[in-house]
Nanobody, 122 residues
Framework: QLQLVESGGGLVQPGGSLRLSCAAS????????IGWFRQAPGKKREGVSC????????IYADSVKGRFIISRDNAKNTVYLQMDSLKPEDTAVYYC???????????????WGQGTQVTVSS
């Protein structure tokens, strides 16, 4: 069974940090570009960051540039999202996704994870 499983979400105070992980099972992440998306209540799902197959290229939404870092370890079949200087507006369910296109658009996603909740609040 092909699965993406996120972990690492939780409750954190403003200014704090979290590291999300996305582990794949049933398939190899090497063949895919991997993105992180998020969806807050009442809002559309938006692209946060994407990393290319090799890990040599990354893109970020303007709202997270300089605060979030995406990385991947193909040997562990895992992708990470390091989130620093978190703000209340970062509160959302975060999803990892695999697809054939290097983009922040959710349109081209082939596989989605189930999501992990991130809440930034004092």
């Amino acid at each position: 069974q092909l699965q993406l499983v996120e972990s690492g979400g939780g409750l954190v105070q403003p200014g704090g940090s979290l590291r999300l992980s996305c582990a794949a099972s049933g398939f190899t992440l090497d063949y895919y570009h991997i993105g992180w998306f998020r969806q807050a209540p009442g809002k559309k799902r938006e692209g946060v960051s994407c990393i290319s197959r090799s890990g040599g290229a990354t893109i970020y939404a303007d709202s997270v540039k300089g605060r979030f870092i995406i990385s991947r370890d193909n040997a562990k079949n895992t992708v990470y999202l390091q989130m620093d200087s978190l703000k209340p507006e970062d509160t959302a369910v975060y999803y990892c996704a695999a697809g054939p296109v290097y983009t922040l658009l959710p349109t081209f996603v082939q596989y989605w994870g189930q999501g992990t909740q991130v809440t930034v609040s004092s």
